[in-house]
């Protein structure tokens, strides 16, 4: 089965960057792109970007360019989301999703548990 | 605000029927794109309701049902149960900002 486990919650000081991984397994990971999302405490939810797990190509939301890294570890089927700058208002809990098809714009069908991110000073 | 406008909260009575809307523009729905929906149970992560429009993912039950016209698209909710109780966000792709997210909709089971 599709499973999806992210690394733990991490707290930071503004200026500073977070790394969050997403381990999947169960399936054939080159085959399905990432997505990343996240929910601000009370809020909705708020796209940041997708990867190609094929190629490493990658779409970022136009708010958080120059500011995002995606990457992708195929040899462990892991994929990772850097975030750089950080200020207060990253303060969220960052997803990742496996998506349902292997198509770009394919809807995220398997989500890891989250990733609190605290950025306090 | 969200380029994807739906109401910020429904409710309805076990057994009724419930829609959320999802209102857009000729960037993102109205362009053709699909849309997409997402149930969000208390404390929970989100789970993929409907894609494509109107297509279940296998283990949804066929009480949820998307539509599109337009600009716009709906969820509906019929039969409605306690353990519907959740938030509901709509999903699209809009070609100047890429993907986007409603911003969200709670449905209360009275």
């Known amino acids: 089965q599709v499973q999806v486990v992210q690394s733990g919650g991490e707290v930071k000081r503004p200026g500073a960057s977070v790394k969050v991984s997403c381990k999947t397994s169960g399936y054939t990971f080159t085959t399905y792109g990432i997505t990343w999302v996240r929910q601000a405490p009370g809020q909705g939810l708020e796209w940041l970007g997708w990867?190609?797990?094929?190629?490493?190509?990658?779409k970022y939301a136009p708010e958080i360019q120059g500011r995002v890294t995606m990457t992708t570890d195929t040899s462990t089927s892991t994929a990772y989301l850097e975030l750089g700058s950080l200020r207060s208002d990253d303060t969220a809990v960052y997803y990742c999703?496996?998506?349902?098809?292997?198509?770009?714009?394919?809807?995220?069908?398997?989500w890891g548990q989250g990733t609190l991110v605290t950025v306090s000073s | 605000q969200s380029v994807l406008t739906q109401p910020p909260s429904v409710s309805g009575a076990p057994g009724q029927r419930v829609t959320i809307s999802c209102s857009g523009g000729n960037s993102n729905i109205g362009a053709g794109y699909g849309v997409h929906w997402y149930q969000q149970l208390p404390g929970t992560t989100p789970k993929l309701l409907l894609f494509g429009n109107t297509n279940r993912p296998s283990g949804v039950p066929d009480r949820f049902s998307g539509s599109k016209s337009g600009t716009s698209a709906s969820l509906d909710i019929s039969g409605l149960q306690a353990e519907d109780e959740a938030d509901y966000y709509c999903?699209?792709?809009?070609?100047?900002?890429?993907?986007?997210f409603g911003g969200g909709t709670k449905l209360t089971v009275l």
């Open positions: 999703a496996r998506s349902y098809g292997s198509g770009t714009l394919s809807p995220s069908a398997y």
């Open positions: 990867i190609s797990t094929n190629n490493g190509h990658t």
């Open positions: 999903q699209s792709y809009d070609i100047n900002l890429s993907v986007v």
